[in-house]
């Protein structure tokens, strides 16, 4: 049972280097999410998708693109990497948001120097 | 807009101690709330929740009441094990009905000595 599954695990970046994290989701899920988890922050929406085609903006969503071309996957994009993205992303699926049940990968430790 | 209160820690208690973390939160109407858990090197994982006022949410001997009244959402065990260790999230409902994800709160460190 893959569940959600980030890749890569952990990256360090340079300044003004792109990159690009990947999520994978093998439970069906129409929603997706990325979020940011930063020392005394808690977690932060970047960016969400409703399904295959869209996304839209959250709480903290510049300097970051998103793309949602297959529903089983949700690409967050960096295009020029601040130390102040340094931080460990968490991207998160769910099938009907009315229950509140997110379902959470690992997370991916970002490092930018 | 919304916004969840909860303390920091970190918590640090002796095993089979009394827990409670409170949870406190500023939203428009009544969303349904949560408490999310995450272990050493894990994502967050569903606790327990609770979808209208008065209800209680329990899971794996944790427990917390909506009040509406008070807007909490507190988490209490009445013993807890080194196994609970973890951070402990308490998040409520966007109001987009939940399609714009969770807002949480900032995360409260858990720590119990054996």
């Known amino acids: 049972n893959a569940g959600v599954t980030q890749t890569p695990k952990f990256r360090v970046l340079k300044t003004g280097q792109s990159m690009t994290l990947l999520c994978a989701q093998d439970?069906?899920?129409?929603?997706m999410y990325w979020y940011r988890q930063d020392p005394g922050m808690g977690l932060r929406l970047i960016h969400y998708s409703v399904g295959e085609g869209t996304t839209a903006k959250g709480e903290v969503p510049d300097g970051y693109n998103v793309s949602r071309l297959k529903k089983q996957n949700f690409l967050l994009g960096l295009e020029s990497a601040a130390p102040s993205q340094t931080s460990v992303y968490f991207c998160?699926?769910?099938?009907?948001?009315?229950?509140?049940?997110?379902?959470f990968g690992e997370g991916s430790r970002l490092t930018v120097l | 807009g919304n916004s969840v209160t909860q303390m920091e820690g970190p918590v640090t208690l002796s095993e089979e101690a009394f827990l409670t973390i409170n949870c406190t939160y500023t939203?428009?109407?009544?969303?349904?709330l949560f408490w999310y858990v995450q272990y050493p090197g894990e994502g967050l994982q569903l606790l327990l929740k609770a979808t209208k006022a008065d209800d209680k949410g329990s899971n794996k001997g944790f427990e917390a009441t909506y009040r509406k009244e008070t807007t909490s959402f507190h988490l209490e065990k009445g013993s807890v094990q080194v196994s609970d260790s973890a951070v402990y999230f308490c998040a409520l409902e966007n109001s987009g009905g939940g399609a714009d994800g969770l807002t949480f709160g900032k995360g409260t460190h858990l720590i119990i000595q054996p």
């Open positions: 939203a428009t109407g009544y969303p349904s």
């Open positions: 439970m069906n899920h129409e929603y």
């Open positions: 998160a699926s769910s099938q009907s948001p009315s229950t509140g049940e997110l379902f």
